[in-house]
């Protein structure tokens, strides 16, 4: 049975990386990343080679069943995330909870967590807290947020920077603008903050603090290719006009209010302008990762011919088994991006139908795609071309058998090998002096000497040795073992025989016998 090792990376500084973490990436069979990008950049660092595999919540569902046989066949598996612990806020609970079902052990290391040095910089009360990580971002929130009116220890939440304000000010509906709070952002970085005070005086330095800096950010040229770049700028166009429109009537309604009261609003505003905009963008970047994905595939596709002359040979007939391959597994990946997308734009604050309508055009194409390697399949198989990965999947096959066969051998031999030691004793009997001797006896005590020669003892299973007789007329068991479990039976020549009458009350306490004679 293999072994999973749950492992803090840092949040920021990679000072704080242990060195234990260190050494159990080393010796990992497999390293699971929550992005394989990132934690290739930490590997690659302290020069750490080990295979990677990507795990995170678009497919956990998917890949533990595979992770939980790697560890069965007797695997050394690794789990990390982008930064910190794994399972706080990151994926980790599922593959977690599968190897304690299957008794798989699991280990923990202790490191970087980002809420504890936040905590414990506060100032707030640390003694007692609830961790409550990201809120919901609309269903299910207010009602989250509700039900902790009544909460005296210290809260701990996760958010990001985007909506920082926005959740702030909720808090402070809500918990009261009076209610202490400590915002910590850039942990164990350069720029590491800690903003302390009032709810009303968090919201006020981080509404005039970061105004400039966050509409720059949205007013920087953007230089990301899209799908249909037209398309995109009307997108964001409805975005700032909806926004503005919502500036205006505000101000129209709100004109006799308080000038600062206004500002803020105007700048709560502007600030949900440069979030929607920065989820639009990564939104955007799926996309296109999508559309290369597919841009790959019409260029496979057009290197498949599949007339007589192509097939003739071998290695033209092996080219297009490779094709077929590639755009097989490229249809596959563009059908988890696809999904991993849908999932984005279901948690996005952004809704747009024409993303909506962009997402199913691309569901149509795949399904199309889908349909015409399927129609080449059935035209390679017309021309008994085998592909590949059917070839692939029968060699798999039968190294599969030959495995469970190694395998079931194994445990059978394993299982053999803990029945006999669950059912092995052993026994010595002998005088005084020959049990000193033999350093068995020492000082009146039985067995209370490591150095005590085991060579001495006769192994017997205990489901059939039930009788050992000792050619001596009286006898003493040293060792202690439960009474009315055994008997000592004379002989017709007074000779005593050790009769188990319950041999697993009998061996309960020890497996070791030992019997003085004289």
Same mark, same amino acid.
Request: proline share 2%; glycine share 4%.
């Given at each position: 049975?293999?072994? !999973?090792? /749950?492992?803090? *990376? ?10 234990? &973490? ?9 390293? !699971? @990343? ?8 930490? %590997? ?18 998917? $890949? ?7 560890? +069965? ?20 609970? %599922? ?5 304690? +079902?299957?008794?798989?052990? /699991? ?5 970087? *967590?980002?809420?504890?040095? &936040? ?44 909506? %920082? ?25 350069? =720029? ?12 006020? =330095?981080?509404?005039? $603090?970061?105004?400039?800096?966050? !509409? ?29 429109? @919502? ?7 709100? @004109? ?16 949900? !302008?440069?979030?929607?905009? #920065? ?6 970047? @799926? ?67 024409? %993303? ?36 692939? &999947? ?15 051998? #194994? ?5 053999? #090998? ?62 202690? =073992? ?16 050790? +009769? ?19």
């Amino acid at each position: 049975m293999g072994r !999973l090792y /749950v492992v803090p *990376t840092p949040v920021g500084n990679l000072e704080d990386m242990t060195f234990r &973490a260190i050494r159990i990436l080393k010796e990992a069979d497999l390293i !699971l @990343a929550e992005d394989t990008r990132t934690s290739g950049i930490l %590997l690659k660092h302290f020069e750490i080679k080990n295979a990677m595999q990507s795990y995170h919540k678009f497919n956990e569902h998917k $890949t533990v069943e595979g992770i939980i046989n790697r560890l +069965k066949a007797g695997e050394t598996i690794a789990l990390v995330s982008d930064a910190g612990t794994p399972g706080i806020s990151d994926p980790g609970f %599922l593959v977690v909870r599968e190897c304690v +079902k299957n008794d798989i052990e /699991v280990q923990c290391l202790p490191g970087a *967590t980002a809420f504890v040095p &936040a905590l414990v910089a506060s100032g707030l009360p640390d003694e007692r807290f609830c961790f409550e990580g990201f809120l919901p971002q609309k269903k299910g929130r207010m009602t989250r947020l509700n039900g902790l009116v009544e909460e005296t220890r210290t809260m701990i939440f996760y958010e990001s920077p985007y909506r %920082l304000v926005k959740t702030l000010t909720q808090f402070a509906e809500i918990f009261g603008p009076e209610r202490q709070v400590s915002v910590c952002r850039e942990i164990s970085k350069i =720029h590491e903050e800690s903003v302390r005070g009032t709810l009303q005086e968090v919201i006020a =330095h981080f509404t005039a $603090t970061e105004r400039e800096e966050r !509409l720059s950010l949205y007013w920087q040229e953007k230089k990301i290719e899209v799908i249909n770049s037209k398309q995109i700028k009307t997108m964001k166009k409805v975005v700032l006009f909806s926004l503005c429109a @919502a500036a205006v009537l505000a101000s129209c309604n709100n @004109a006799g209010q308080n000038k600062d009261a206004l500002k803020l609003q105007n700048d709560s505003l502007m600030i949900e !302008l440069s979030n929607r905009d #920065a989820e639009l963008d990564e939104i955007m970047g @799926a996309f296109n990762e999508i559309q290369e994905g597919f841009r790959e595939i019409n260029e496979a596709e057009n290197r498949v011919d599949l007339t007589g002359d192509a097939i003739e040979n071998k290695s033209s007939a092996d080219k297009i088994k490779e094709d077929i391959r590639f755009i097989s597994e490229k249809l596959k990946s563009n059908r988890e991006q696809i999904a991993k997308l849908e999932e984005q734009l279901k948690n996005s604050n952004y809704q747009s139908a024409q %993303l909506k309508k962009a997402i199913k055009n691309l569901t149509a194409q795949l399904e199309e795609k889908q349909r015409q390697i399927e129609t080449l399949q059935a035209e390679l198989a017309s021309k008994n071309i085998r592909i590949a990965e059917l070839d692939e &999947a029968v060699s798999d096959l039968n190294k599969n058998v030959d495995q469970l066969t190694a395998e079931n051998e #194994a445990k059978t031999k394993t299982v053999a #090998a803990q029945d006999k030691a669950l059912n092995t004793a052993w026994y010595v009997f002998g005088t005084k002096s020959e049990l000193k001797d033999q350093k068995i006896l020492n000082r009146g005590d039985v067995l209370k000497d490591n150095e005590f020669n085991k060579d001495y003892f006769t192994e017997i299973d205990i489901r059939k040795d039930k009788e050992i007789k000792l050619y001596s007329k009286r006898a003493t068991l040293l060792t202690t =073992h439960p009474a009315g479990s055994y008997e000592l039976a004379k002989d017709d020549k007074g000779q005593l025989t050790l +009769k188990i009458t319950n041999p697993n009350q009998f061996w309960s306490v020890s497996r070791y016998l030992v019997i003085q004679v004289r």
